[in-house]
């Protein structure tokens, strides 16, 4: 391309930090970056703020990690939930959709992180650490591991497990031995098809079956 | 759900903003906002900078009108390109696509708007004006229409050669009577296969073969 055609560097450089994004590729970038050229100024500069805002007002909570505004977070410092019952999930998205449910009314605490050696991250990554006193505080009777049901989510759970059996031997004052340790149940998504379902799920639908009535 | 499990307001302006930009769903939304939220503070902020330098540098050259930051653009500045020969592209978008291919050396006209009554853009929103005076300019022997190969991009090419034809009419001093208005050729894309084209393509290649010497 001549130079005299290459795009303003203000533009070049709005294009590489759109790329940045996780699924925007070249021609999204372009897209996007034109569309925010395009619109009434405000507009564009609403999302710049809105950036700029969330992350001046947003902090993970010191007892979820969840992003929160208010540190603890409006969801731990809740009286009317079930303070014995912490959910371990994956990103904060996944409690969100778990909230969106509305069954569940216990606390949750966020890994923001799962194993995947390929991708370089190691337990460490996973802030074991924080995840085990959490477990520590004398009110969880029970944690229950909700990672995802895939290769990644079911690693991290196994090496959750280890750190919260770990723990317990450290500490023998408190009475960890007694912390219920689950996992959220796997078998057939209702609503889904059978005939639709690959065969580790249905594997799993056999190995939980329960008796009926 | 639960107010207490709300997200924070800040992360909910985020999202709305986000789900503003064209191709992004709420999933999509959710996926950036959350990944905004982890990246280092600092690779955020770029973010929300890049959009608001690229505002506040980048208009439309009063030539091509093409975003740039001087005017005229860097390309209409050009002494090495061929001023007698204008084409007519839908967006930024394209005019870089042509660029990009390194075969022209003309200029531009960027209508920023193709003929949608569907969407409510009429010939209004085309700024066929702007286009006539572009054309009126005494170096221009040639405007090509180069507008999408399809149906809005033919009602568009149909509309903008009505208004040079008008407003030759209108200006009776100036050798605009022997303005050449010309359309990129359509047919068979080279690297393309006859198997995969549609009927249309088949069709144009018929009405636009030319002798093989």
């Known amino acids: 391309m001549p130079s ?4 303003p560097e203000s533009l070049e450089t709005l ?3 759109l790329e940045r994004l996780p699924g925007i590729g070249p021609r999204s970038a372009s897209r996007l970056a034109h569309h925010l050229l395009r619109i009434p100024e405000s507009d564009a500069l609403a999302l710049a703020d809105a950036i700029r805002t969330a992350r001046a007002r947003i902090k993970p909570c010191s007892l979820c990690r969840a ?3 208010a540190d603890p977070c409006p969801l731990c410092s809740d009286t009317t939930r079930d303070r014995s019952l912490v959910l371990v999930v994956e990103t904060p998205r996944d409690l969100q959709a778990i909230e969106a449910a509305g069954i569940y009314r216990g606390c949750y605490f966020v890994l923001g992180a799962r194993l995947s050696p390929l991708e ?3 337990e460490q990554a996973l802030g074991l650490g924080a995840l085990a006193q959490r477990a520590l505080a004398p009110d969880v009777v029970e944690v229950c591991i909700g990672t995802n049901p895939d290769l990644e989510g079911d690693g991290t759970a196994l090496a959750l497990v280890a750190a919260l059996q770990a723990c317990r031997g450290e500490d023998t004052e408190h009475p960890l031995g007694a912390l219920r340790v689950t996992r959220l149940a796997r078998g057939l998504p209702t609503g889904g098809q059978i005939e639709h379902q690959n065969a580790s799920a249905i594997a799993d639908a056999f190995e939980g079956r329960r008796p009926s009535v």
Chains 1, 2 share one sequence.
């Open 120 to 122: 370089g991250v190691d």
């Open 15 to 17: 294009l590489a930090a």
């Open 67 to 69: 992003p929160a505004e």
């Open 4 to 7: 005299s055609g290459a795009q």
